[in-house]
């Protein structure tokens, strides 16, 4: 029988090195975590982890994120899912705190400014790729379409708030998902 | 003062965004915008930073926004309010893990919020594509402006490279290389 506080220890530990060996985030994080949280330390199983994107999808927030404290709780209760948490956004923090303070000065650089212009068409294109891999995933009906095409008019061109959007799309879902399975029940 | 609207705005974005990733480039976008915090072009430099850089896309940029605006403090207060609205919602969920799975209403909410990020990247990608491409603003005279055509080269080959399935990190790494060449050669040229 371990110790609370060396199991706490673990995960801050675990997810620490996952924070640290993730780039881009994201999806990018499941493999490793997989690796670390499920085959090293026997934590969850396979299946717990796809349920736990699917959760992660669902809830608000970063998925990485969500998967440590889901795991965390599940390990060590409240402190566990701290830990787990607190562990998988340091290396982030410090990182991203010292980048800060060194980017101000290298941008001032002529190389570091001429890199940066061709940088910014690079990232365009990261997004563009998000996007068509959003878009695939997004379930093929008109209604889907037209939620796209109305979240996308509000805010590219009416200038609507992104959380008024998202609230509105949201109960939009819930309104239409329940007609749709009220119409099917009758 | 400004410390309790980091903590707040972020913990905004980190309430309303679903899917994590480049779903919440768009609220972020928008109060970093709404606040000065942060130019576009600063955003989009700090999204291949992010790229380059381990950890989620959302608590990099808390991060960096709060160390840019005050300090350590600052980005302390900001990564703080992105985490905890995902950190106190998944302790609740792992509780009621499978009736909340099977809920309707979270069903019926995701048949709306999944097509709906779809359309909100969509928006903040053409906002972002306008800052690089016509960073001076908007006017006929930008299609005689050789960087225009730089810019738009530099986008389509690596756009290509990102369908090809190549890492993020060397998708920034060849524009970094073009946009250097391109810079020095630049300086060469008789017309700018």
Same mark, same amino acid.
């Given at each position: 029988?371990?110790?609370?506080?060396?199991?706490?220890?673990?995960?801050?530990? =675990?997810?620490?090195?996952?924070?640290?060996? =993730?780039?881009?985030?994201?999806?990018?994080?499941?493999?490793?975590?997989?690796?670390?949280?499920?085959?090293?330390?026997?934590?969850?199983?396979?299946?717990?982890?796809?349920?736990?994107?699917?959760?992660?999808?669902?809830?608000?927030?970063?998925?990485?994120?969500?998967?440590?404290?889901?795991?965390?709780?599940?390990?060590?209760?409240?402190?566990?899912?701290?830990?787990?948490?607190?562990?998988?956004?340091?290396?982030?923090?410090?990182?991203?705190?010292?980048?800060?303070? @060194?980017?101000?000065?290298?941008?001032?650089?002529?190389?570091?400014?001429?890199?940066?212009?061709?940088?910014?068409?690079?990232? @365009?294109?990261?997004?563009?790729?998000?996007?068509?891999?959003?878009?695939?995933?997004?379930?093929?009906?008109?209604?889907?379409?037209?939620?796209?095409?109305?979240?996308?008019?509000?805010?590219?061109?009416?200038?609507?708030?992104?959380?008024?959007?998202?609230?509105?799309?949201?109960?939009?879902?819930?309104?239409?998902?329940?007609?749709?399975?009220?119409?099917?029940?009758? | 003062? &400004?410390?309790?609207?980091?903590?707040?705005?972020?913990?905004?974005?980190?309430?309303?965004?679903?899917?994590?990733?480049?779903?919440?480039?768009?609220?972020?976008?928008?109060?970093?915008? +709404?606040?000065?915090?942060?130019?576009?072009?600063?955003?989009?430099?700090?999204? +291949? !930073?992010?790229?380059?850089?381990?950890?989620?896309?959302?608590?990099?940029?808390?991060?960096?926004?709060?160390?840019?605006?005050?300090?350590?403090?600052?980005?302390?207060?900001?990564?703080?309010?992105?985490?905890?609205?995902?950190?106190?919602?998944?302790?609740? !969920?792992?509780?009621?893990?499978?009736?909340?799975?099977?809920?309707?209403?979270?069903?019926?909410?995701?048949?709306?919020?999944?097509? *709906?990020? !779809?359309?909100?990247?969509?928006?903040?990608?053409?906002?972002? +594509?306008?800052?690089?491409?016509?960073?001076?603003?908007? +006017?006929?005279?930008?299609? &005689?402006?050789?960087?225009?055509?730089?810019?738009?080269?530099?986008?389509?080959?690596? *756009?290509?490279?990102?369908?090809?399935?190549?890492?993020?990190?060397?998708?920034?790494?060849?524009?970094?290389?073009?946009?250097?060449?391109?810079?020095?050669?630049?300086?060469?040229?008789?017309?700018?």
């Amino acid at each position: 029988m371990k110790t609370n506080g060396k199991r706490y220890l673990e995960l801050f530990l =675990t997810f620490t090195k996952v924070g640290l060996f =993730t780039f881009g985030g994201g999806y990018a994080m499941i493999p490793l975590i997989q690796k670390e949280a499920g085959e090293k330390k026997k934590w969850i199983s396979d299946d717990d982890l796809l349920e736990i994107v699917a959760i992660a999808e669902s809830t608000p927030g970063p998925i990485a994120v969500n998967a440590a404290t889901f795991i965390g709780s599940r390990v060590g209760g409240f402190f566990g899912a701290f830990c787990a948490t607190f562990g998988l956004v340091l290396p982030s923090f410090l990182i991203i705190l010292a980048l800060s303070y @060194l980017l101000k000065t290298f941008q001032e650089f002529r190389p570091v400014a001429y890199a940066f212009r061709g940088i910014r068409a690079g990232v @365009l294109a990261l997004i563009l790729k998000a996007l068509w891999t959003m878009w695939k995933k997004a379930p093929k009906k008109v209604f889907s379409y037209l939620i796209m095409a109305a979240a996308f008019v509000c805010v590219a061109f009416l200038k609507v708030h992104v959380v008024i959007v998202i609230v509105g799309c949201a109960l939009a879902g819930l309104t239409y998902t329940l007609l749709a399975e009220r119409r099917r029940a009758q | 003062m &400004t410390f309790l609207t980091l903590f707040l705005t972020f913990l905004k974005i980190g309430t309303f965004t679903f899917g994590g990733g480049y779903a919440m480039l768009p609220l972020i976008r928008e109060e970093v915008a +709404a606040h000065g915090w942060l130019t576009e072009q600063a955003l989009i430099d700090f999204i +291949a !930073v992010s790229e380059s850089t381990p950890g989620p896309f959302a608590i990099n940029i808390a991060t960096f926004v709060g160390s840019r605006v005050c300090g350590v403090f600052g980005a302390a207060c900001a990564t703080l309010g992105v985490v905890l609205p995902s950190f106190i919602i998944i302790l609740i !969920v792992a509780k009621a893990f499978d009736r909340f799975r099977e809920s309707k209403s979270v069903r019926g909410c995701m048949a709306g919020l999944k097509p *709906a990020v !779809v359309g909100l990247i969509g928006a903040a990608l053409l906002s972002l +594509a306008l800052t690089v491409f016509f960073p001076g603003g908007f +006017a006929g005279s930008v299609f &005689t402006d050789v960087s225009f055509y730089f810019s738009l080269a530099v986008f389509a080959l690596c *756009a290509v490279l990102a369908f090809k399935k190549l890492h993020p990190v060397a998708v920034i790494g060849i524009a970094a290389a073009l946009g250097l060449i391109g810079g020095y050669v630049g300086e060469w040229l008789p017309v700018k």
